[in-house]
Nanobody, 128 residues
């Protein structure tokens, strides 16, 4: 069973940056597409970014394009989310997950309801 542990969240001012990390265990990390999601209270969890198993292909949600960068290190079983030019609307709990059914980012990769196990997430707060 794949397990994930997210870290790196915190409080920053608008325009600031954070780098989130997600360590994966219990599976074959290099075989999976990976994705980041975020959720605010009373709203659905939403897709933020995804990356293919090789790290060559990435996909981003429109609100974060040009500001966020997803990457991975298969030797460390870790996926990252570099978040720059943060805005108050980026405030959320951030979660990562492994799409064990695909090596590339496909529509299902972006659907949080397709995942069974979630980590505890890491909180990002952007405010002045």
């Amino acid at each position: 069973q794949v397990q994930v542990v997210e870290s790196g969240g915190g409080s920053v001012q608008p325009g600031g940056a954070l780098r989130l990390s997600c360590v994966v265990s219990g599976g074959t990390f290099g075989n999976y597409a990976m994705a980041w999601f975020r959720q605010v209270p009373a709203k659905e969890r939403e897709f933020v970014a995804g990356i293919s198993w090789t790290g060559v292909s990435m996909s981003y949600a429109d609100p974060v394009k040009g500001r966020f960068t997803i990457s991975r290190d298969n030797a460390k079983n870790t996926v990252y989310l570099q978040m720059n030019s943060l805005k108050p609307e980026d405030t959320a709990d951030y979660y990562c997950n492994a799409h064990i059914r695909s090596r590339i980012v496909i529509p299902e990769t972006k659907q949080p309801e397709k995942y069974n196990n979630w980590g505890e997430g890491t909180r990002v707060t952007v405010s002045a």
